[in-house]
């Protein structure tokens, strides 16, 4: 019984700790995503992870091309992919679905692009992007991403949902010591 006990309140105390680890991956995960359309995959992502109104961050873009895979096989399933040796993209920012920024189209070399950027306020922007000469018979290639922002104390929700789970848990041990106390020997 003490075993799993302990074994329970290990586990319980791992699972309170998640919300602690801010980053453990490489990749963004918020406000990252990609879309594919024809033969192409546009990725984005911000730095950090999430941007906080009137702050400043990095908006990266990254361009993939499946038709330039170096496995012919892996290529068949469409699984494999490289980045293009260089593109033309223009960029589009909505908020309530009005153009509130621009970004004239440039030709950029490698498959990656970051831009530094400010989101004057909180909420869910969308950014368009488009990859021009893209398309078939040269046409330009739209895609749309959802990109929040958060308010300044945004981050502070993470440390009040720990501070609950930390007390949750101090109460669920205090319970259980004291319960231990109270059991009558025989």
């Not at 302990?6 to 990749?27: E, R, W």
């Not at 995503?33 to 400043?56: F, K, L, R, W």
């Not at 920012?93 to 970004?103: A, G, P, Q, R």
């Amino acid at each position: 019984m003490r075993k799993s006990g302990c074994f329970l309140l290990l586990l319980f105390l791992g699972v309170l700790t998640i919300p602690a680890i801010q980053s453990a991956s490489a990749h963004s995960e918020f406000n990252s995503n990609d879309e594919t359309i024809g033969n192409y995959e546009v990725q984005v992502a911000t730095i950090p992870e999430i941007p906080s109104a009137n702050e400043p961050f990095k908006l990266e873009f990254r361009v993939l091309n499946y038709a330039q895979s170096t496995s012919s096989y892996l290529n068949s399933f469409n699984t494999q992919n490289s980045e293009v040796d260089h593109f033309r993209m223009g960029v589009r920012v909505f908020y309530n679905d009005k153009l509130i920024d621009t970004m004239a189209p440039q030709n950029h070399d490698g498959g990656q692009w970051n831009i530094p950027y400010t989101f004057h306020e909180s909420g869910n922007h969308v950014i368009e992007v488009d990859l021009y000469n893209a398309g078939p018979n040269g046409e330009t290639l739209t895609y749309q991403f959802n990109v929040s922002a958060v308010n300044i104390f945004g981050p502070i929700f993470i440390y009040v949902i720990s501070a609950g789970g930390f007390g949750c848990f101090t109460l669920i041990i205090w319970i259980w010591i004291s319960k231990k106390r109270m059991k009558p020997k025989p």
